[in-house]
């Protein structure tokens, strides 16, 4: 008998071995993929994948450009422009001209300035000895890949101008390159390029059409909810779907809903209505300002409220798929029960590292486990060896026995504490060989040290899934079960 529609259970088993680590889709939250309706994607960083060193180099020339317009010196246009340097998850301290890395604690575990990485002592007297409020205007997140060519920037200028003898104002230097880089967003300069010649800035994914097709042939309906401008969406979506599969004859048609300039985070948190943008590029308002779902069709604007009218199911039945951990993933999780799927692009790399390096990773737990029954070894000795040395100052001499025994504890301590020393410097030298292999300047993107860094904590608390590009999807059945690995606190450890 045929079984018209398969248990999650069988449609997973069609499916056979699990994908290989960089094709896989992992779960921080258990989700069901036969409850969801609606899937939407965002467009940039998830859709399309920009090639990340053409855009950097875009957005340093066109900002170099604009910067020097502004009265910085002109010899910032042969400065080093380290686009290797940069990550997501920095945080810039705007006041002392710094960039750092910290733990899901905010507890800084690297800080540079210009290209020059700070010294324990300095990172511990500016970081360290009061809480950082990260939430306050002298901080700045990067947080999207689109940033980071804004502190390649921002620590090669502050290196050069300082090289100059130039006293810099840190805040003002950030603030120059935010808005150059803005105003080369919206005067064309950065977007007209990318239009000019989409194949050398996008990748264009050869599955991304067959991953659309086979979420709908599952019965899914999909939508795009993107911040880029009607137009450049119709350009970039073009480029990466039409002609992928004879069933469509244009992009459009694997949208039951399109949405461009939704202006996201805010989309999710404030009212306005939707607009319809209409072929001729004039824009008719609705009624009630809810779009239809109707493919073909381009709505603008809008906001949370009215598509999920427009949606007619429950916020817990869509699935949106999206890069930004502020606009796509955080503001989906806060203002909406919608789940999520963040698109990490630089996963690949980090998988490709961690695989590398796991024997390390191994030794450096047993290093530390090692550290560790040394010190208390140590404690023991110290506590003995101090009553006895005690005892021999106030009496100037111990008897015999007492005297061998405080001997031999000294010997102990200076023993132990070699040893420890010894242990610390194999786990120094294998952590940074470790860190060096994931990044030269900042090591793992989600680890920082044996801890989690404060990306890869944002990832884990706002995405349900997080995999490195949304055609993994086409490895797994539309039926899947992801489940989360069991959460355990430290007490449920053994
Ligand atoms: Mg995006």
Redesign the pocket.
């Known amino acids: 008998m045929q079984l018209t529609l398969p248990l999650p259970e069988l449609a997973q088993l069609a499916f056979g071995a699990s994908p290989s680590p960089s094709h896989r889709i992992y779960c921080n939250r258990s989700l069901r993929l036969d409850q969801i309706e609606w899937v939407g994607f ?5 859709l399309a994948i920009y090639d990340q060193r053409e855009m950097d180099r875009l957005s340093i020339e066109a900002t170099l450009d604009k910067l020097t317009q502004r009265g910085y010196p002109e010899s910032l246009k042969s400065a080093t422009y380290r686009t290797d340097f940069p990550i997501r998850g920095l945080l810039v301290d705007r006041k002392l001209g710094n960039v750092l890395k910290m733990d899901r604690y905010k507890y800084v575990k690297r800080a540079y300035h210009g290209l020059a990485e700070l010294s324990k002592e300095s990172r511990r007297h500016d970081y360290h000895t009061r809480r950082l409020r990260v939430a306050s205007a002298r901080y700045h997140w990067v947080d ?1 890949l ?1 940033a980071l060519s804004e502190v390649a920037v921002y620590a090669a200028a502050i290196e050069h101008l300082e090289k100059l003898g130039q006293e810099v104002d840190y805040d003002r230097l950030f603030g120059d390159v935010r808005e150059c880089i803005d105003l080369s967003h919206q005067d064309g300069s950065i977007l007209d390029h990318i239009l000019a010649d989409l194949p050398r800035y996008v990748q264009r994914d050869p599955s991304l059409p067959r991953t659309l097709h086979h979420l709908r042939s599952a019965g899914k309906k999909l939508f795009l909810l ?2 880029s401008h009607g137009p450049y969406s119709d350009r970039m979506m073009s480029f990466l779907l039409d002609g992928g599969l004879p069933q469509y004859r244009s992009w459009r048609g694997y949208f039951d809903l399109v949405v461009c300039a939704s202006r996201k985070p805010r989309f999710f948190t404030s009212d306005v209505e939707f607009e319809e943008l209409l072929a001729d590029g004039t824009k008719r308002p609705l009624e009630g300002g809810v779009p239809k779902v109707e493919r073909g069709r381009l709505y603008l604007g809008g906001s949370i409220e009215r598509l999920q009218t427009a949606l007619n199911t429950t916020p817990d039945r869509v699935l949106y798929v ?3 951990i502020y ?2 993933v955080l503001r989906a999780k806060k203002e909406t029960a919608w789940r999520t799927i963040m698109v990490v692009q630089e996963m690949s790399d980090e998988l490709s590292a961690h695989g590398e390096v796991e024997h390390s990773l191994a030794r450096l737990d047993s290093l530390e486990e090692q550290r560790l029954r040394l010190l208390e070894e140590l404690r023991d000795h110290q506590v003995v060896l101090k009553a006895l040395e005690r005892r021999k100052a106030s009496k100037k001499e111990l008897p015999p026995a007492d005297e061998a025994e405080r001997v031999r504890h000294r010997h102990a301590v200076d023993r132990l504490k070699q040893r420890i020393r010894l242990a610390e410097r194999e786990h120094d030298e294998l952590e940074r060989g470790v860190d060096h292999r994931f990044h030269r300047f900042w090591g793992s993107l989600f680890k920082a040290g044996p801890e989690v860094s404060s990306f890869g904590h944002q990832v884990e608390t706002y995405a349900c899934l997080y995999t490195s590009r949304v055609s993994n999807l086409l490895r797994y059945s539309p039926m899947h079960y992801f489940t989360s690995p069991r959460d355990r606190m430290p007490h449920e450890l053994r």
Do not use: K, Q
Request: aromatic content about 14%.
């Open positions: 965002d467009m940039d960083y998830t999207t689109y993107t911040n999206g890069d930004h606009g796509d």
